[in-house]
């Protein structure tokens, strides 16, 4: 069963979203992201996906303070990015209460940094981040394309020991359009042993489930919870 793990987008300190990762536009959803992280469990949902957009942008953990609130206060298991570039950065995240951290500028900008903390930390604990925008990596919380190809990246990771891909299709993101399934498919397809995260577009409770049936090992939901085009209560049945 495909695992579900909302997310909370933080801009100063508050709950909000972006559309394809634009900071101008942005909505912000609840003052409290605690109240937010509440409510999912209170739905049966026992994962997190915590990003620190303003860290994304400042390139350093700024938002680590909410991070220990929500694991201090609720039971979910959290993964944390955003703006984690230094090894104090990722001590930071973990001494605040994440289970895992998704890092992916580092990986693409200082591959050495990105392998060491998969040794030091193990490949339970890093997840690695890989934000596409037609086939081709973006960093710096999308605001940088690249010319690397995505199957490559994944590809050259996955012979480095990594385990969990978090894989966002930045043109989806935010946008209720739906999600990259035929993306979604050709990676399932290619790299069978790898944890694949899909994130960014879905929209509508089927969608989970083609996903489901693709192989995937989990989905991230944003936006679509907040707008309603997915209830909390659709999304208590895949909650083991």
């Given at each position: 069963?495909?695992?579900?793990?909302?997310?909370?987008?933080?801009?100063?300190?508050?709950?909000?979203?972006?559309?394809?990762?634009?900071?101008?536009?942005?909505?912000?959803?609840?003052?409290?992201?605690?109240?937010?992280?509440?409510?999912?469990?209170?739905?049966?949902?026992?994962?997190?996906?915590?990003?620190?957009?303003?860290?994304?942008?400042?390139?350093?953990?700024?938002?680590?303070?909410?991070?220990?609130?929500?694991?201090?206060?609720?039971?979910?298991?959290?993964?944390f990015g955003g703006g984690i570039k230094t090894d104090k950065d990722l001590k930071l995240v973990f001494q605040s209460g994440a289970i895992q951290a998704t890092i992916g500028s580092v990986a693409v900008t200082?591959?050495?940094?990105?392998?060491?903390?998969?040794?030091?930390?193990?490949?339970?604990?890093?997840?690695?981040?890989?934000?596409?925008?037609?086939?081709?990596?973006?960093?710096?919380?999308?605001?940088?394309?690249?010319?690397?190809?995505?199957?490559?990246?994944?590809?050259?990771?996955?012979?480095?020991?990594?385990?969990?891909?978090?894989?966002?299709?930045?043109?989806?993101?935010?946008?209720?359009?739906?999600?990259?399934?035929?993306?979604?498919?050709?990676?399932?397809?290619?790299?069978?042993?790898?944890?694949?995260?899909?994130?960014?577009?879905?929209?509508?409770?089927?969608?989970?489930?083609?996903?489901?049936?693709?192989?995937?090992?989990a989905v991230i939901i944003g936006k679509a919870i907040y707008e309603g085009t997915i209830t909390l209560k659709e999304l208590e049945k895949y909650q083991s």
């Amino acid at each position: 069963m495909i695992r579900i793990v909302p997310a909370i987008d933080l801009i100063d300190g508050k709950c909000v979203r972006l559309t394809q990762g634009d900071y101008t536009q942005k909505k912000v959803y609840n003052e409290d992201p605690l109240e937010v992280a509440r409510m999912f469990e209170d739905h049966g949902m026992k994962y997190l996906h915590l990003v620190d957009l303003d860290g994304a942008r400042q390139k350093h953990v700024v938002n680590h303070k909410v991070l220990e609130r929500i694991a201090t206060n609720t039971g979910l298991s959290i993964d944390f990015g955003g703006g984690i570039k230094t090894d104090k950065d990722l001590k930071l995240v973990f001494q605040s209460g994440a289970i895992q951290a998704t890092i992916g500028s580092v990986a693409v900008t200082n591959p050495v940094l990105f392998e060491s903390w998969v040794h030091v930390y193990g490949t339970e604990k890093i997840i690695l981040g890989a934000d596409a925008k037609n086939g081709k990596i973006a960093v710096s919380g999308w605001q940088d394309v690249t010319d690397r190809d995505i199957f490559d990246f994944f590809a050259e990771y996955q012979k480095k020991q990594v385990k969990y891909v978090l894989c966002t299709d930045i043109s989806r993101d935010g946008m209720l359009q739906g999600t990259a399934l035929q993306l979604y498919q050709q990676l399932v397809d290619q790299f069978p042993n790898l944890k694949i995260i899909a994130s960014g577009g879905v929209t509508k409770a089927d969608e989970i489930e083609q996903l489901n049936e693709k192989g995937l090992f989990a989905v991230i939901i944003g936006k679509a919870i907040y707008e309603g085009t997915i209830t909390l209560k659709e999304l208590e049945k895949y909650q083991s």
